[in-house]
């Protein structure tokens, strides 16, 4: 149940704005005794608060209700640290330019964390004129595939959905990319690295 909303971070977010409770209490027309039940985790902000709550915080009524201090720190909105969230009920995916939190189908997404390349999921790059030439030797069953790559620079994300039945494969124009990844559906998100000039 502390997943609702957690104590510990409407204090931080409080101290963070060098606020006292009695400020916050005010600011919310409750008690200071509350703000303190809230923070101690004996008690929870009524519903109807949360708007208002999130407000004098801060931040996002979404975020506060994630139960995590969550701000995207990449203000300068360099995509090359952008992150993708991808839903594994209805298998929509999420591109951000940093940190957020992120909800489909009633599930708050944890951002892909990339890992370096396992054998079955081997990225290959080829250079081809101005273009990489992307394939993977995956499976590309209903049940187990390839979901989609991308090609990530610090100014534009290139993109190609994928399908079962169809191939691992992708064209990406060269021009300042950075980082190449593949998703796999069962295992997730995948880095190139090898074949990058």
Request: aromatic content about 8%; overall charge negative; charged content about 30%.
């Amino acid at each position: 149940m502390d997943k609702y909303v957690t104590g510990a971070v409407i204090r931080k977010l409080r101290e963070d704005k060098k606020m006292t409770q009695e400020e916050l209490a005010k600011k919310l027309l409750v008690s200071d005794k509350a703000v303190s039940k809230w923070e101690t985790g004996r008690g929870f902000p009524d519903v109807c608060l949360l708007e208002s709550l999130a407000d004098a915080l801060g931040i996002s009524v979404i975020e506060l209700l994630s139960g995590e201090d969550v701000r995207n720190r990449n203000r300068s909105s360099d995509i090359g640290k952008g992150r993708f969230y991808v839903c594994p009920v209805c298998g929509n995916i999420i591109g951000a330019v940093g940190e957020a939190v992120i909800s489909c189908c009633g599930i708050t997404l944890p951002p892909a964390l990339p890992e370096p390349a396992s054998e079955e999921h081997t990225v290959k790059v080829r250079t081809v004129e101005d273009e990489y030439f992307v394939t993977l030797d995956h499976p590309m069953e209903k049940s187990h595939h390839i979901s989609f790559l991308a090609a990530i620079s610090d100014d534009k994300v290139q993109f190609l959905k994928l399908y079962p039945e169809g191939n691992a494969e992708a064209r990406f124009k060269i021009g300042g990319v950075k980082g190449i990844y593949a998703y796999c559906n069962r295992h997730g998100l995948f880095e190139a690295v090898e074949g990058l000039r």
